[in-house]
């Protein structure tokens, strides 16, 4: 199975999440960068707010196409219980209609999150969800076994 892994992070805990699980599966990965800068205390409000009221952000133009993949495993943190804006705008621009999709969240206080981003690829098949609360992300061992063991289910979808 194809796979590749997208993902948008602000601090890093999404990369490393990203990173573990395209090493595991053998995936092609694309970071999603928002060019808005989120960066610092002052971005922190309206980063809430954007999400929170589903807006769409500026992005980078990403590299891989990913009709050219069977799986999409899509990753971010949550913010104010929503999926940010840099992943709501990629899934704008990209079309994963007919496509498997997991979803990997770097925080576990999710809100309205996978209902958010489930809307937004009303033709997709999701196969499976990893929310792993912040603070259990700085044991890195430990995180990179919970991720092993999550993507040996996604081997068998
Ligand atoms: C604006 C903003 C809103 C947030 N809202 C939530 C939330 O609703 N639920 C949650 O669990 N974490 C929330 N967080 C915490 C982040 O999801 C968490 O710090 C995450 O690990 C950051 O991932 P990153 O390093 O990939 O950016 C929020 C963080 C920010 C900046």
Redesign the pocket.
């Known amino acids: 199975m194809k796979t590749l892994v997208v993902y ?8 490393f999440m990203a990173e573990t699980i395209a090493a595991e599966l053998g995936a092609d990965i694309e970071e999603v960068i928002d060019l808005k800068n ?1 960066q610092g205390r002052l971005a ?2 309206p ?2 707010r954007d ?1 929170m009221f589903g807006k769409e952000t500026e992005i980078a133009q990403t590299k891989v196409i990913p009709a050219d993949y069977d799986l999409i495993i899509i990753g ?7 999926p940010t804006p840099a992943i709501r705008t990629y899934l704008k621009k990209n079309d994963l209609s007919g496509k498997k999709v997991a979803l990997f ?7 309205q ?1 996978v209902e958010k981003i489930k809307a937004l690829m009303p033709n997709s098949t999701f196969v499976g969800k990893l929310a792993l ?2 603070k259990e ?1 700085r044991n890195k061992e430990e995180t990179k076994k919970k991720i092993a063991d999550w993507c040996n289910t996604l081997k068998i979808t």
Do not use: E, H, I, M
């Open positions: 948008y992070t602000r601090t890093g805990n999404a990369k989120r922190f409000l980063a809430g999400a971010q943190p949550v913010w104010a219980g929503s969240f770097s925080d576990s206080n999710l809100g999150a609360p912040a992300l």
